[in-house]
């Protein structure tokens, strides 16, 4: 029989890994008020700190002491200071994350990932019992929550864009259509860079409401990619949308497009595409949270290649891009 000590190093991962969801509900809290952006270049102590926000001194100071403890924040002798991770939770940096920790922290998501064992039993989301009509449903529902998920869309987009526009060039295509585009900020980086190319940004009414639309060279189209006609372009996008859709509904976003297109049109696929020689952790990670929260999956570019070939596409590239993306390149045959 193999004993163990106290000491070794399996069991501290093992118990850091068990109560990792206490580190993630700190951050999800500390977001949530909106801590870091109270502190600046000098410490605050945690007694301004939580009279800021309207909580209990003792019980913040105890989620900013675990997170000091994991390098989230410092403790001075006068007062709680920034370190690089926690000027990540700033709504103001560059590369803010503060948006994502809330996104995470939504109910509907927390509640999913709360039930992920009822997925793997049942097959079903996690958010069946709150959302029976899966999360975007329950989002237009519920806009303090959507207006969230959008921010943390936008937050997100900020961070992937560049690598995208830098690895693709854009400049062949007419008109190239966003599908499930959010509130546009792909579409609007490719248009300022490619003069020439018209964007259209199709998403469900209540986000293309979000959309800041000041480009004659944009329109957008409000509708639901299951039922309305999505428009006809030369190039399509689809940037971290079909991983939202278990294979049924992926499989209607793709003919809904190739409905639309033309033979010889142009799909990019953009999100992980983790696969065996190109194993990602964070793609995995985002692969269980669509299993929770949205009954999607993290597909191989060969799980992607079965559904494209089902649906009138052949894909002609992968391309690796700086950043956890990837662009799968599919033509309309
Ligand atoms: C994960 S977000 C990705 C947004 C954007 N492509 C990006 O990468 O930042 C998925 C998007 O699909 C949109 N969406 C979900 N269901 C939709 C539907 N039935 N019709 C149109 N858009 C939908 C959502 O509103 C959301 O903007």
Redesign the pocket.
Known sequence: MTTTSVHDAAVDQVWAMTTAHLHARALHVVADLGVADLIGDDPVPVSELAAACGVAHHSLGRVLRLLADLGVFRHGPAGVEHTAMSRLLRTDHAGSLRAFAQLMALDVVWHGVASLETAVRHGTTGIAEIAPNGL?DY?AEHPAQAQL??NA??A??RA?VDAVIRAYDFSPFGTVA??????G??LNAILTRHRTVRGIL???P??IAQAGVDDAHLTTCA??????PLPAADLY?????L??WPDRGTTAILRGVRAACRTGAVVLV?ESLPSDEHPDPRARTLDLLMLAVSGGQERSPSELDRLLTATGFRRTAVLDIAGPLRIAEAVAV
Do not use: C, N
């Open positions: 975007f989002l998920f959008d869309m936008q997100k987009a992937d966003d599908i499930g585009g959010g509130t900020q792909l199709f998403d469900l209540h986000v509708g639901d990619f299951f039922t309305d996008l689809l940037m971290e949308v991983h939202d953009i």
